[in-house]
T-cell receptor, first 116, second 112 residues
Framework: AQKITQTQPGMFVQEKEAVTLDCTYD???????LFWYKQPSSGEMIFLIY??????QNATEGRYSLNFQKARKSANLVISASQLGDSAMYFC?????????????FGDGTTLTVKP | IAGITQAPTSQILAAGRRMTLRCTQD?????MYWYRQDLGLGLRLIHY???????GKGEVPDGYSVSRANTDDFPLTLASAVPSQTSVYFC???????????FGPGTRLTVL
């Protein structure tokens, strides 16, 4: 079994500031992948960043970085220099590679609002 | 076709009717997935397929069936729709190696 927990239903951030969205996970698989997706009000799902469980370094994609702390089972998303267009729902997800191979689990999401 | 397409875009369905949601990808991905997203919540996995000819049950498979006759298509069937199946349905695909999933635009289904 695997589980994703996002404890922040809503977050506010001032434009140009950094924000951290929390994600903790649980899985029985020894290897797995962690993902973050963005869902704007238009409804599409947009991939942001990926972290493999055996990757030595934290993943970065432009303004997005993933703060991966394996021992704490956390995979927080950091958005630097927030923009108005970052206002959206953000989902943390994971996919196991062993017992849970093929099964993806999503958290309930965090709604981020960027204030001008 | 570029990426993943889903049809129909939206549908209103009477309870008890049979409905098939279509999903086609042109990226030759091995793995495909069906999710439902209820209002204000995250995505829940219904069924998945790691490769053509195989399928597996996700978190909420009851009332749904899938088939994977070839690499590109992964239809989802509701044999006898019920109002609790009102949701937005997303199809996705990925390389089996575990990379990112590419999502279709979604199908908004209302069962009355």
């Amino acid at each position: 079994a695997q589980k994703i927990t996002q404890t922040q239903p809503g977050m506010f951030v001032q434009e140009k500031e950094a924000v951290t969205l929390d994600c903790t996970y649980d899985t029985s698989d020894p290897s797995y992948g962690l993902f973050w997706y963005k869902q704007p009000s238009s409804g599409e799902m947009i991939f942001l960043i990926y972290q493999g469980s055996y990757d030595q370094q934290n993943a970065t994609e432009g303004r997005y970085s993933l703060n991966f702390q394996k021992a704490r089972k956390s995979a927080n998303l950091v958005i630097s220099a927030s923009q108005l267009g970052d206002s959206a729902m953000y989902f943390c997800a994971m996919r196991g590679f062993n017992t849970n191979a093929g099964k993806s689990t999503f958290g309930d999401g965090t709604t981020l609002t960027v204030k001008p | 076709i570029a990426g993943i397409t889903q049809a129909p875009t939206s549908q209103i369905l009477a309870a008890g009717r049979r409905m098939t949601l279509r999903c086609t990808q042109d990226m030759r991905h091995n793995a495909m997935y069906w999710y439902r997203q209820d209002l204000g919540l995250g995505l829940r996995l219904i069924h998945y397929s790691n490769t053509a000819g195989t399928t597996g049950k996700g978190e909420v498979p009851d009332g749904y069936s899938v088939s994977r006759a070839n690499t590109d298509d992964f239809p989802l069937t509701l044999a006898s729709a019920v109002p609790s199946q009102t949701s937005v349905y997303f199809c996705a695909s990925s390389d089996l190696g575990g990379g990112k999933q590419f999502f279709g635009p979604g199908t908004r289904l209302t069962v009355l």
